[in-house]
């Protein structure tokens, strides 16, 4: 009877401590808040702004949380992490006074009492990006620019309609600090063009009216008289052909310092299965496997090709396509360089009279639908895309290839398109 009793008594004690145990670990959470934050100031910006503070000194501090309501009755939250000291509030669509109440937050979700703030942002963000919005005719497009610094998200509404009473309402989102949209397969017809901006919290400017304006108009060019300008014909008369060899042949001797990949010099016209001849062939490096369309420079970045056209044209778009194998990869040429030229008689000495066109690098899109049409359709770029205008006519063209995506020791691309207009 002793021992059974003693057995009873050690289990009893037993559970009683694993009880107790368990009640120590998991009984009552902390409930004691954090302290407030404190020297809190406010810095306005378009829509809202940023609070810096300081901190409490509680060991168990994990964030700061504002809150605060739109001009819509919306309650927003926002939140910073335990590593930072200030806050970003926006939405605000007035410039007026608003509440915002500051919690310091603890890790068992304690709440400080608030420290409510009256703050007057400057004018609202949809607004500041209004004034920046423009719109203006392009090659069979009309183009949006804006400008938004602070990268919130907003729709653009644009509503066209022609004189016959067609209309459409064209929706874009960004939130780019700088952005430039297309409406595209557009008429060359009158358009008269409305829009407005709105943001995710309702706040809406008023609708602007930018007018009438009718799209340019351009066309594909042929290409059956593109012929691929060699080094020789660069330099005309100025040549030396004293070199048996043709390899081995180069310009006269005063002429020999513009002899470089960087300059009046192109990169090799075929290389392993590659041919400068098809950049312009019509056909595009579509098989991974089996398609052998494209040029190989043979040469590192820089390098350059130059193109007789066969006559003067004068261009507006150009659209390129990538080796297939390599597509937004290395050897895929990522930003180039176009020179155009109208020497009337290169062969009289050095082809001259090149003007410098402009910059353009080709940026694979986010998604990967969206980067697998852009490379089956070509990347499309506009001569001059601030101000959509032809070229000067010119008959010569320097495709100057300046980078690619992976730094690599030469460069392939499939295949080139250029639009515009004859010059005659």
């Not at 926006?90 to 109440?101: D, I, Q, T, W």
């Amino acid at each position: 009877m002793k021992a059974k009793y003693h057995i009873v008594i050690m289990a009893a004690l037993f559970a009683a401590g694993f009880m107790g145990c368990k009640t120590e670990s998991d009984g009552l959470r902390d409930t004691v808040p954090p302290g407030m934050l404190s020297n809190v100031e406010f810095t306005p910006v378009n829509g809202g702004g940023y609070f810096r503070y300081t901190i409490p000194d509680d060991e168990d501090y994990l964030y700061a949380r504002a809150e605060y309501e739109t001009d819509a009755g919306q309650t927003i939250s926002r939140t910073s992490s335990v590593y930072c000291d200030s806050l970003m509030i926006s939405g605000l669509g007035a410039v007026r006074p608003y509440e915002v109440r500051l919690y310091a937050v603890d890790n068992s979700a304690n709440e400080s009492d608030p420290v409510v703030v009256s703050v007057t942002p400057l004018e609202p963000n949809v607004t500041a990006i209004a004034g920046t919005l423009n719109i203006y005719p392009g090659f069979s497009a009309l183009v949006i620019t804006l400008e938004n610094p602070l990268e919130e998200a907003v729709d653009i509404y644009v509503n066209i309609k022609t004189d016959d009473g067609r209309e459409a309402l064209k929706v874009y989102s960004s939130n780019l600090p700088e952005d430039r949209i297309f409406i595209n397969q557009l008429e060359a017809i009158p358009y008269t063009v409305t829009a407005y901006i709105k943001d995710r919290y309702g706040n809406t400017t008023e609708t602007m009216d930018f007018g009438t304006m009718t799209p340019l108009e351009d066309y594909e060019l042929s290409k059956d008289q593109f012929t691929f300008l060699r080094d020789q014909l660069l330099y005309g008369s100025n040549w030396d052909y004293s070199e048996p060899q043709w390899e081995d042949q180069h310009p006269c001797e005063e002429y020999m310092p513009m002899y470089t990949k960087d300059s009046m010099k192109n990169a090799k016209e075929t290389n392993y299965e590659g041919s400068i001849a098809k950049f312009w062939d019509g056909m595009y490096d579509e098989d991974v496997q089996y398609s052998l369309n494209y040029f190989h420079s043979g040469v590192s970045y820089p390098f350059s090709y130059f193109i007789d056209l066969g006559r003067e044209v004068c261009i507006s778009r150009l659209r390129i396509w990538q080796r297939n194998q390599y597509q937004w990869a290395k050897y895929s040429v990522k930003t180039f360089h176009i020179y155009i030229s109208n020497d009337p008689d290169p062969s009289d000495g050095v082809l001259d009279d090149w003007e410098y066109v402009g910059e353009y690098t080709l940026n694979k899109p986010a998604g990967e639908a969206e980067a697998k049409l852009e490379f089956t359709e070509g990347s499309e770029f506009w001569v001059y895309p601030d101000d959509p205008q032809f070229t000067r006519p010119f008959r010569y063209l320097r495709f100057k290839a300046v980078k690619d995506f992976d730094n690599g020791t030469i460069g392939c691309m499939s295949e080139i398109t250029l639009y515009g207009k004859e010059a005659n």
